[in-house]
């Protein structure tokens, strides 16, 4: 309806509203004729009408003048501090509201309630709607902090609406449930409240510590802000819409638009649902004006596209419905690796997919209106069902399920939520635990155990593309029931610049820098690791090995980053990890170690250390105290009260649980030249709870061995961590020598009980080079484990052979056995792909290669690297020969289109790469019980 009728009717309002209000004359009922609403699923139960009223009486008591004081008449105020105690994060969520004062908050941390005359809002901050009109905001100016301007009045809005929201659905239920006009009545007036104040509404830039009037009130618009969210996903009134359904059939609209003098239905859905459509689809400052907002990478879209979807059903508006289901396959396809894993984090993962799934269960069963064609994809939906539909979207869902700490607790990749501000726990705790891997993302764990005997070694090798870490080859170890070598995971509080810092998790850092990150599609250089061999259980072992040297783009002539840990079965109980970091680059190298962030540790060195240095900063670096979560540091500023030494030999640390001193994780790290050891304790961050004032409460211990040379130095970082319950185990850990040397190449031998294990590790390439130990065992490969029972207990000394482990080699021997394989591995070049998505029989590579027919490489996974030198790992189905072609049948899809010599990602992050794939097929080799 336009200005020009509503004011021309105006003269007429005083005649009608009488005769409206006996005999209400018929309005049109919106665009949605003929739709029988509800159309949504609301979860109606007809038998809780008691308890349906119950929850609207508050409300009923109140006059609709008060009723609709708790609309706002302009945007609320995200974020707001306390300036009494600053307690919290940047102002989240930081108060309690409650609707027996509605104009007071009062702070969770200190209890004061506002506002009040020790801090006014006596400061103003004006500007002007898109119509033009001024607009005020009150606000108080910080004491401490000049940047820091503390809206509270605006701040009570948000709560104010979210609490009306909630009653104008409450009374959309209580309606359903009873047939009760009244309550359908109450509902309109406030949607019809909504729908003559949000034209009002200014556009806002806000964030954490922005709250400002945006200077253009006209598209492109602010990416953070909006006009009805704090930020664009949150722009699209899926509540409202939901609200409108379940009165859209009351005559109580009829009633009120006969009163108002204009159709109160059509106005709703014009002046308020329609232009928070339009507003939405605007490009925003981040993309260039008249593009399309981008969807297919803004995971928050997930939420926004919902409300879309909700909107075009209750108004009958079935292109809302296309374009919702268009960006939500934008964002499952394009979002998504072929693994299944949203781009960024697990908990931006379930953040994702849960917005997809609220929007799916908005779509089933959505059918068009008889006749309708998409104009731009002349499709239409009839009885849609995305369950069904989308193959790949059940794959998706739980993802990062297989990831997860045997606790049910997500693991804290990158900003992912841990402890108990956030449900950290997304599934019940299990029972057993073995090794799994998400290859497309980039995320190994290798796992073993029942019981409180399970264990994981989580090696990270990727780089997500949002809320991202830098933290490539970042190792975490959970045993004994907990995360004894963590990391931190997601945290909003003012050190979150050490919780992403390189330095801020277990990995080498070079020259005291941090990693870098980016993507092709980003304009910025792909900071993705290199997956290049994956054993999940060779007869109880396993391994993964990984190349993040692209993430260190910053360190000119980098020529190794890369890292390999090994999983060795002790009892079913006990367990050991080799981890093997070669580097070469740079002139400084650091190995770092933390311990626990959900307890108190304790830590202990067999290198003499002397106490003093005050934190690892260098000489000229000043620390500045971070204020906010977006302020930045040296890391190394974080890491305090330092002890100090140096070994030319092998470094064992300790760290034990100050509440249970028998349960730790030892480190054994063998020598390798001169080692620089500090020893000090880091922030752990987690146990703060999202509270500026608590994050130096909690502390766990930190290791830094350091290592300097020359540039390129060379660095092989040899560890065996051991984490234990009840005491450790194992009573020896040595270095052997190998014979011909090389320095990348490492023996080790580890002894427990009367049991000997030796390990020798290389990155020797076909023809393999035979190496031999000191004691006569020999190797031609990669990897080698050799289990052999000592002559006595703790001595060393090696009596017979046990068993044999031989990974991507051709030869173990020692003496009077041999464990011979007749290939260490395939090799091969792909020449085309198969889908079964696209009506194909298999997922399967077309390669052309000799490779042994049937389920002998069952469950083995192979190394594509393509075109642009990337690799991705898929795991073997088995081999098929099809008219000449060796068909590669693989468990799940690849994700990939293979043309000539192009190779085009379907998936996340859809890259086009020119060039062969070729592809290696690593092989593994046991022997048991073998005598001399």
Same mark, same amino acid.
């Given at each position: @309806?336009?200005?020009? &009728?509503?004011?021309?009717?105006l003269?007429?309002?005083?005649? /009608?509203a009488?005769i409206?209000?006996?005999?209400?004359?018929?309005f049109p009922?919106?665009?949605?004729?003929?739709?029988?609403?509800?159309?949504?699923? +609301?979860?109606i139960?007809?038998?809780?009408?008691?308890?349906?009223?119950?929850?609207?009486?508050?409300?009923?008591? @109140?006059?609709?003048?008060?009723m609709?004081s708790?609309?706002?008449?302009r945007?609320?105020?995200r974020?707001?501090?306390?300036?009494?105690?600053?307690?919290?994060?940047?102002?989240?969520l930081?108060y309690?509201?409650?609707?027996d004062?509605?104009?007071?908050?009062?702070?969770? &941390?200190?209890?004061?309630?506002f506002?009040?005359d020790?801090y006014?809002?006596?400061q103003?901050?004006?500007g002007?709607?898109?119509?033009?009109?001024k607009?005020?905001?009150?606000?108080?100016?910080?004491?401490?902090?000049?940047?820091?301007?503390?809206?509270?009045?605006?701040?009570?809005?948000?709560?104010?609406?979210?609490?009306?929201?909630?009653?104008?659905?409450?009374l959309?239920?209580?309606?359903?449930?009873?047939?009760?006009a009244? &309550?359908?009545?109450?509902?309109?007036l406030?949607?019809?409240r909504l729908a003559?104040?949000?034209?009002?509404?200014? $556009? @806002?830039?806000?964030?954490?510590?922005?709250f400002?009037?945006?200077k253009?009130?006209q598209?492109?618009?602010?990416?953070?802000?909006?006009?009805?969210?704090?930020?664009?996903?949150s722009?699209m009134?899926?509540?409202?819409?939901?609200?409108y359904d379940? $009165?859209?059939d009351?005559?109580e609209f009829d009633?009120?638009?006969?009163?108002?003098?204009?159709?109160v239905?059509?106005?709703?859905e014009?002046?308020?649902?329609?232009?928070?459509w339009?507003?939405?689809?605007?490009?925003?400052?981040?993309?260039?004006p008249g593009a399309?907002?981008?969807?297919?990478?803004?995971?928050?879209?997930?939420?926004?596209l919902?409300?879309?979807?909700?909107? =075009?059903?209750?108004? %009958?508006e079935?292109?809302?419905?296309?374009w919702?289901y268009?960006?939500? @396959?934008?964002?499952?396809?394009?979002g998504?690796?072929?693994?299944?894993?949203?781009?960024?984090?697990?908990s931006?993962?379930? &953040?994702?997919?849960?917005?997809l799934?609220q929007?799916?269960?908005?779509?089933? =069963?959505?059918?068009d *209106?008889?006749g309708?064609?998409?104009?731009?994809?002349?499709?239409?939906f009839?009885?849609?069902?995305?369950?069904?539909?989308?193959?790949?979207?059940?794959?998706?869902?739980?993802?990062?399920?297989?990831?997860?700490f045997?606790?049910g607790?997500?693991?804290?990749i990158?900003?992912?939520?841990?402890? %108990?501000?956030y449900?950290?726990?997304?599934?019940?705790p299990?029972?057993?635990?073995?090794?799994t891997?998400?290859?497309?993302?980039?995320?190994?764990?290798?796992?073993r155990g029942?019981?409180?005997n399970?264990?994981q070694?989580?090696?990270?090798?990727?780089?997500?593309?949002?809320?991202?870490?830098y933290?490539?080859l970042n190792?975490?170890?959970?045993?004994?029931?907990r995360?004894?070598?963590?990391d931190?995971g997601?945290t %909003?509080?003012?050190?979150?610049?050490?919780?992403?810092?390189t330095p801020?998790?277990?990995?080498?850092a070079?020259d005291?820098?941090?990693q870098?990150s980016?993507?092709?599609?980003?304009?910025?250089?792909?900071a993705a690791?290199?997956?290049?061999?994956f054993f999940?259980?060779?007869?109880?072992? !396993?391994?993964?090995?990984?190349d993040?040297?692209?993430?260190?783009?910053?360190?000119?002539?980098?020529?190794?980053?890369?890292?390999?840990?090994?999983?060795?079965?002790?009892s079913e109980a006990?367990?050991?990890?080799?981890?093997?970091?070669r580097?070469?680059?740079g002139?400084?190298?650091?190995?770092?170690l +933390?311990?626990?962030?959900?307890?108190?540790m304790?830590a202990?060195?067999?290198?003499?250390?002397?106490?003093?240095?005050e934190n690892?900063?260098?000489?000229g670096?000043e620390?500045v105290?971070?204020?906010?979560?977006s302020?930045s540091?040296?890391?190394y500023g !974080?890491i305090r009260?330092?002890?100090?030494?140096?070994t030319?030999?092998?470094?064992?640390?300790?760290?034990?649980?100050?509440?249970?001193?028998?349960?730790?994780?030892?480190?054994h790290?063998?020598?390798?030249?001169?080692?620089?050891?500090?020893?000090?304790? /880091?922030? /752990?961050?987690?146990r703060?709870?999202?509270d500026?004032?608590?994050v130096?409460?909690?502390?766990m211990?930190?290791?830094?061995?350091r290592?300097? =040379?020359?540039?390129?130095l060379?660095?092989l970082f040899?560890?065996?961590?051991?984490?234990?319950?009840?005491?450790?185990?194992i009573?020896?850990?040595?270095?052997?020598?190998?014979?011909?040397?090389?320095r990348n190449a490492?023996?080790l031998?580890?002894?427990?009980?009367?049991?000997?294990?030796?390990?020798?590790?290389?990155v020797?390439?076909?023809?393999? *080079?035979?190496?031999?130990?000191?004691?006569?065992? /020999?190797?031609?490969?990669?990897?080698?484990?050799?289990?052999?029972?000592?002559?006595?207990?703790?001595t060393g000394?090696a009596?017979?052979?046990?068993? !044999?482990?031989?990974?991507e080699?051709?030869?173990?021997?020692?003496?009077?056995?041999?464990?011979?394989?007749?290939k260490?591995?395939?090799?091969g070049?792909?020449? !085309?792909?198969?889908?079964?998505d696209?009506?194909?029989? +298999?997922?399967?590579f077309?390669?052309?290669?000799?490779?042994?027919?049937?389920d002998?490489?069952?469950?083995?996974?192979?190394?594509?690297t393509?075109?642009?030198?990337f690799?991705?790992?898929?795991?073997?189905?088995?081999?098929?020969?099809?008219?000449?072609?060796t068909?590669?049948?693989?468990?799940?899809? +690849?994700?990939l289109k293979?043309?000539g010599?192009?190779?085009?990602?379907?998936?996340?992050p859809r890259?086009?790469?020119e060039?062969?794939?070729?592809?290696?097929?690593?092989?593994?080799?046991?022997?048991t019980?073998?005598a001399?």
């Amino acid at each position: @309806m336009t200005t020009s &009728y509503r004011v021309g009717i105006l003269g007429i309002l005083l005649i /009608s509203a009488l005769i409206a209000v006996i005999a209400s004359p018929a309005f049109p009922v919106g665009q949605a004729v003929g739709i029988k609403h509800p159309v949504l699923q +609301h979860g109606i139960n007809p038998d809780d009408a008691a308890g349906y009223e119950k929850a609207v009486e508050r409300l009923m008591a @109140m006059s609709d003048d008060e009723m609709l004081s708790h609309v706002p008449d302009r945007p609320y105020v995200r974020f707001c501090d306390c300036p009494n105690c600053h307690g919290g994060s940047d102002g989240n969520l930081i108060y309690d509201w409650s609707i027996d004062h509605p104009e007071q908050l009062k702070c969770k &941390y200190c209890g004061m309630v506002f506002p009040n005359d020790k801090y006014p809002c006596d400061q103003v901050m004006e500007g002007h709607n898109p119509l033009g009109e001024k607009v005020t905001y009150d606000y108080h100016q910080d004491q401490l902090r000049d940047d820091l301007r503390i809206f509270i009045p605006g701040h009570i809005l948000m709560h104010k609406r979210q609490w009306i929201l909630s009653q104008c659905r409450a009374l959309g239920r209580a309606y359903q449930a009873t047939g009760k006009a009244q &309550y359908a009545r109450r509902a309109a007036l406030i949607l019809d409240r909504l729908a003559q104040v949000y034209p009002h509404y200014p $556009v @806002m830039k806000q964030w954490t510590t922005t709250f400002e009037i945006a200077k253009r009130q006209q598209p492109p618009y602010p990416h953070r802000g909006g006009k009805w969210g704090p930020a664009m996903p949150s722009e699209m009134p899926g509540t409202v819409a939901a609200c409108y359904d379940l $009165v859209y059939d009351s005559d109580e609209f009829d009633k009120l638009s006969a009163i108002r003098g204009y159709d109160v239905r059509e106005t709703l859905e014009n002046d308020f649902l329609k232009a928070a459509w339009e507003y939405s689809n605007s490009p925003t400052v981040r993309t260039p004006p008249g593009a399309a907002p981008r969807h297919d990478s803004n995971g928050s879209a997930a939420v926004t596209l919902p409300a879309a979807a909700k909107i =075009g059903r209750v108004i %009958n508006e079935p292109d809302y419905v296309h374009w919702a289901y268009k960006w939500l @396959m934008e964002i499952l396809m394009g979002g998504c690796h072929y693994d299944g894993m949203w781009w960024e984090a697990p908990s931006y993962h379930y &953040y994702v997919m849960g917005g997809l799934r609220q929007a799916f269960a908005t779509l089933k =069963g959505y059918s068009d *209106p008889p006749g309708y064609l998409n104009r731009n994809t002349g499709r239409r939906f009839d009885d849609l069902d995305p369950d069904r539909d989308i193959a790949f979207y059940a794959r998706a869902k739980n993802a990062p399920a297989i990831l997860a700490f045997p606790n049910g607790h997500s693991s804290p990749i990158h900003d992912t939520w841990t402890g %108990n501000k956030y449900p950290a726990r997304r599934f019940p705790p299990r029972n057993e635990t073995v090794s799994t891997i998400r290859p497309g993302y980039g995320h190994a764990c290798l796992g073993r155990g029942t019981g409180p005997n399970q264990m994981q070694a989580q090696l990270h090798f990727s780089k997500c593309h949002g809320h991202e870490h830098y933290d490539n080859l970042n190792l975490i170890l959970y045993a004994k029931e907990r995360e004894m070598l963590c990391d931190i995971g997601y945290t %909003n509080t003012k050190l979150r610049c050490w919780s992403v810092m390189t330095p801020g998790h277990n990995l080498v850092a070079i020259d005291r820098k941090t990693q870098q990150s980016g993507w092709a599609g980003s304009g910025r250089r792909d900071a993705a690791g290199d997956l290049l061999a994956f054993f999940p259980d060779t007869d109880g072992v !396993a391994t993964v090995e990984a190349d993040g040297k692209r993430a260190y783009y910053n360190i000119e002539g980098l020529e190794m980053y890369r890292r390999m840990l090994v999983l060795v079965p002790v009892s079913e109980a006990d367990a050991y990890v080799v981890d093997i970091f070669r580097v070469q680059g740079g002139a400084l190298h650091d190995w770092l170690l +933390h311990g626990s962030a959900d307890h108190d540790m304790t830590a202990e060195c067999n290198v003499a250390l002397r106490p003093g240095r005050e934190n690892m900063m260098a000489a000229g670096e000043e620390w500045v105290e971070p204020r906010i979560n977006s302020s930045s540091f040296s890391p190394y500023g !974080a890491i305090r009260d330092v002890a100090e030494g140096n070994t030319d030999g092998d470094l064992v640390i300790t760290f034990r649980y100050a509440d249970d001193p028998a349960r730790g994780v030892r480190t054994h790290l063998l020598g390798d030249g001169t080692t620089e050891v500090y020893l000090g304790r /880091s922030p /752990s961050v987690r146990r703060a709870n999202e509270d500026n004032n608590m994050v130096y409460d909690f502390w766990m211990p930190q290791l830094v061995a350091r290592r300097t =040379g020359q540039a390129p130095l060379h660095s092989l970082f040899v560890a065996v961590e051991e984490p234990y319950a009840g005491g450790p185990f194992i009573s020896k850990v040595e270095q052997l020598a190998l014979t011909p040397a090389d320095r990348n190449a490492v023996a080790l031998r580890v002894t427990y009980g009367d049991t000997i294990d030796t390990i020798i590790g290389t990155v020797d390439e076909p023809p393999y *080079p035979q190496r031999v130990t000191a004691d006569g065992i /020999s190797i031609r490969g990669r990897l080698g484990i050799v289990r052999q029972k000592a002559a006595s207990p703790g001595t060393g000394e090696a009596r017979e052979t046990l068993r !044999a482990w031989l990974f991507e080699g051709e030869k173990l021997a020692d003496g009077g056995w041999v464990l011979a394989a007749e290939k260490g591995r395939y090799e091969g070049r792909i020449q !085309a792909a198969t889908r079964k998505d696209d009506g194909a029989a +298999h997922d399967a590579f077309i390669a052309e290669a000799d490779l042994p027919a049937g389920d002998v490489l069952h469950g083995v996974w192979m190394i594509v690297t393509h075109g642009n030198g990337f690799t991705h790992g898929y795991e073997i189905d088995r081999v098929e020969s099809l008219d000449g072609q060796t068909v590669i049948v693989l468990t799940g899809d +690849h994700g990939l289109k293979i043309e000539g010599s192009v190779t085009e990602e379907l998936f996340h992050p859809r890259r086009r790469i020119e060039g062969t794939n070729t592809f290696c097929i690593p092989l593994a080799t046991t022997m048991t019980n073998t005598a001399p």
